[in-house]
């Protein structure tokens, strides 16, 4: 079955950074478009950034600024979220998310395929 699976979160202080990795398996990552959520606790599930299934196009949240990048490895099957300059508010599980010829969605309900998360939690 379609499986996704988040790595590389941990605890990290203001200013530093952390790759987020998620190894999909199941499904022909190459015809795939790939979105990296969050959710912070008592809040909602909010967009990180996203990449279209050709992996030409990016998108981000207004509140990355520059300071993440979304990246998609077909052969490895995988999609990376490089974080650097963390905040504090930057604090959440980070979820990834797959649909299949997605075009760089934003919205949570635009995805049909989930992982775990990945716990990201920065110190001040």
């Known amino acids: 079955q379609v499986q996704l699976v988040e790595s590389g979160g941990g605890l990290v202080q203001a200013g530093g950074s952390l790759r987020l990795s998620c190894a999909a398996s199941g499904l022909t990552f190459s015809t795939y478009g790939l979105g990296w959520f969050r959710q912070a606790p008592g809040k909602e599930r909010e967009f990180v950034a996203a990449?279209?299934?050709?992996?030409?196009?990016?998108y981000y949240a207004e509140f990355m600024m520059g300071r993440f990048t979304i990246s998609k490895d077909n052969a490895k099957n995988t999609v990376y979220l490089q974080m650097n300059s963390l905040k504090p508010e930057d604090t959440a599980i980070y979820y990834c998310a797959a649909r299949r010829y997605g075009l760089g969605d934003s919205r949570v309900d635009k995805y049909d395929t989930w992982g775990q998360g990945t716990q990201v939690t920065v110190s001040s």
């Open positions: 990449i279209a299934w050709g992996g030409r196009n990016t």
